[in-house]
């Protein structure tokens, strides 16, 4: 191994205003610094890592392979400046500190809201930042410093060398419908028996629906040409309460509106469990206090859902798994 690269902290953060801004000239007029400073700190930094960052040309200057591997570091360095800023502020307003967490729609309309609620009572003093969005989307804020945590299903076989991942809890397939749909009377029902329903389903980009689209496929049904397509598990609800289609989802997400005689779920058959829900944070980045609660307290809600239990949750590392580690990631 050759000897370590020492670079500092403020190059990085001047590469990164030259690569939004794409001109030294318009970065130094942002930065409120000479356009020669800015031009030197670069050079700096080039000398630093023994190697160019930036090919200057008639369209300005454009990041090549080192500089585009170090811009990474450079945002999550800006996230982290950002969020120490923000703790400062919000503690001169009395408060506790944040924690800022990535959802999908299922997760925020399950699980999350319910630790939330229990993390708010024992620590009220506490900013929640809850950032709803696809998978790849939350997954990418991450990465990049602006999440502390991340809920929703895992376990794709990305490997993220970058990301950690512990498994929650497991659902079975559940198939919704409205209470006097002509369906609603039978004690299960498989794929095959749903050639002729319309559906309810989600729209792509999300875990979930690439999990459905697997399911379809391996069925002999093909994927629905008669369907609504949503990525809002509150649109999906609506819709399958007033009207014929059908939907999948797991029974903890619409207990209420089976409690309340809304919506009725009936057991689909043949198919196994969903990919677990988990929670997932940074790899080599510690979380804060705060984050830490509520790593405890999600893991607490999770053992009172209405799963398919595992033989307890597990972290996955790479490629090889384990069993969760007792104490906070």
Known sequence: MGPRVKIDPRRLLDLLSVAKHRSFSAAAAAMNVSQPGLSRSIALLEREVGAKVLERGRQGAQLNAMGRALIFHAEALEALLERASEDIRLRTLGLEGSVKIGVTPITAAGIVPRALEILVKAAPKVHVSLTEGLDSEIADMLRRGHLDLVVSRIGSGSND??????????????????????????????????????????????????????????????????????????????????????????????????????????????????????MTWRRNDKLSPIATRLVEILRRVSKDELIVPKQGPEVRRGKGRRRRRSGFP
């Not at 794929?191 to 069925?219: H, M, N």
């Not at 399958?240 to 309340?260: F, I």
């Open 161 to 278: 060398p970058e990301l950690e991942e512990e498994e929650l809890f497991y659902s079975d397939w559940g198939l919704i419908m409205r209470v006097d749909h002509p369906l609603s009377t039978r004690s299960f029902v498989r794929l095959s028996d749903l050639k002729d329903v319309r559906w309810v389903l989600p729209a792509g980009g999300s875990a979930f629906r690439q999990q459905i689209e697997r399911l379809f496929a391996a069925s002999a049904l093909g994927w629905p040409t008669r369907s609504i397509n949503t990525n809002s598990i509150l649109a999906i609800k609506a819709i399958v309460m007033s009207t014929d289609c059908v939907s999948l989802m797991a029974r903890g997400l619409v207990e209420v509106e089976v409690a309340a005689g809304r919506l009725r779920v009936i057991p689909l058959k043949g198919v196994g469990s969903q990919r677990p829900v988990g």
